[in-house]
């Protein structure tokens, strides 16, 4: 098998092994980005020396190894790096250098991982979309604002990369371009160096292909221990239609109905499960959160760099300016009541299995999709899973949200392999329409 093609477990198991080197999996991976991305665009650097030479002094390297020892990761444009410039997704910082690595990366480092390059990222991680395109088929949206990343991941250009997520931007572009996304409960993963969008939501997500791949990430960046994974009692799954239920077309919906009745006849308990009074007004609250929060992060950029930002996002900022300092405390108190009150609202469930994204893929690359079914999750800071299961009528990937309480992270985890082994992941499309040789 091309190098390439292996999930970052099999990798690391290998590399520990002594079976693989990771000179040969950088290199596989290099000449996929080599291959692929003058097409699907997912990488704004990326400095094959450097990897390359970092490769083979862990090869050469004796002792005990580091969880990610010699598994390449790409890092979103909105985290800082030291040996690679930072840009933001915007033109205000082309050819910014940066003399510091974000934590989230000078941990991952530490864990012996090797940062590949920067993945592209929308405008500050907002909606006006980078050139990336999704690999299944080039036609269409890879989302946003992690486009980048999932595109990356999921055309075998690397095993596991960074993102981040303020409304959905972790969670969906992984549904549309297909592979396993985790937004872990809020600040689980340190947050410094990373260019704010909403201090009070962005959130570090990661990209793998299996939920295992993106527990051994999270646990090589955060500490968090590596989930038990194995057989587990019924699994108490939640049924969560949503009340924007309506807004999925109804191949998302049939899915997501065909998931949960295969669950349930594998075992699972599944029951619907709505939440309580107090809810539903979080889908305009984390707007407005968000909004406020953005215009006062990105005042300097705004008042001084106003003709190099996109007429969109500009317009965006002055809307979140606009948003009075007393609507801004409301929204963040009915946050908080709704995150004091989670944890009972999944008495007696483990997770809650919900959509995570309106269905496939948005035609074209002017649009980034709708976050709708995301941003209550991240406002209440909870960990989510993204988990692929099927596709729709374009033969674009589709699949289910796994939502857990807050701080549930390992148990979330658990649930999730346990759904993804019996939901039985197989695209019929390979990427690019061909095999990886």
Request: glycine share 10%.
């Amino acid at each position: 098998m091309n190098p390439a093609q292996l999930t970052a477990v099999q990798a690391a198991r290998l590399i520990h092994a002594g079976e693989l080197k990771s000179e040969d999996l950088v290199k596989a991976c290099l000449d996929r980005i080599v291959e692929r991305d003058g097409e699907v665009l997912a990488w704004t650097c990326y400095d094959a020396e450097l990897a390359l030479r970092q490769a083979r002094e862990l090869d050469r390297a004796l002792g005990p190894r580091a969880p990610l020892h010699g598994i390449p990761v790409g890092v979103k444009d909105v985290i800082d790096t030291a040996d690679l410039p930072t840009q933001y997704g915007s033109p205000i910082y082309r050819g910014f250098q940066p003399r510091w690595d974000a934590s989230c990366v000078s941990l991952a480092r530490s864990a012996g991982a090797i940062v590949l390059g920067k993945t592209a990222t929308t405008e500050f991680a907002s909606i006006h979309p980078a050139t990336t395109r999704n690999p299944r088929n080039l036609a269409y949206s890879p989302g946003g604002s992690s486009s980048g990343s999932a595109a990356a991941v999921a055309d075998y250009m690397v095993p596991l990369a960074f993102g981040t997520q303020t409304g959905g931007s972790t969670i969906r572009p992984a549904a549309f371009c297909g592979v396993v996304s985790y937004k872990p409960t809020f600040n689980l993963i340190n947050r410094a160096g990373l260019k704010f969008s909403a201090e009070s939501l962005d959130t570090i997500g990661l990209f793998g292909r299996s939920v295992e791949d993106v527990a051994l990430f999270a646990h090589a960046v955060s500490g968090q221990s590596m989930p038990v994974f194995g057989q587990l009692p019924a699994v108490r799954i939640g049924l969560h239609r949503t009340p924007r239920w309506q807004q999925a077309t109804a191949p998302a919906q049939r899915l997501l109905e065909q998931a949960a009745q295969h669950l349930a006849a594998l075992g699972a308990l599944v029951q619907d499960h709505e939440l309580g009074p107090g809810f539903e007004v979080l889908y305009e609250v984390q707007g407005v959160i968000m909004g406020y929060e953005a215009a006062r992060a990105f005042a300097w950029e705004t008042r001084n760099q106003r003709e190099l930002l996109s007429t969109e996002y500009a317009q965006r900022m002055d809307r979140g300016m606009a948003i009075s300092h007393s609507e801004y405390r409301a929204a963040l108190a009915q946050a908080e009541y709704c995150r004091q009150r989670f944890a009972g609202e999944l008495s007696g469930l483990d997770v809650l299995l919900t959509p995570s994204a309106t269905g496939e893929a948005p035609l074209g690359l002017n649009s980034t999709g709708d976050s709708l079914f995301n941003r209550i999750w991240t406002l209440l800071g909870v960990p989510c899973i993204h988990v692929p299961f099927g596709l729709g009528p374009q033969g674009l990937p589709l699949g289910v949200q796994v939502v857990g309480s807050r701080g549930s992270d390992l148990a979330t985890l658990c649930c999730a392999h346990w759904i993804e082994s019996n939901l039985a992941v197989h695209c019929a499309n390979p990427i690019g329409g061909k095999a990886l040789r």
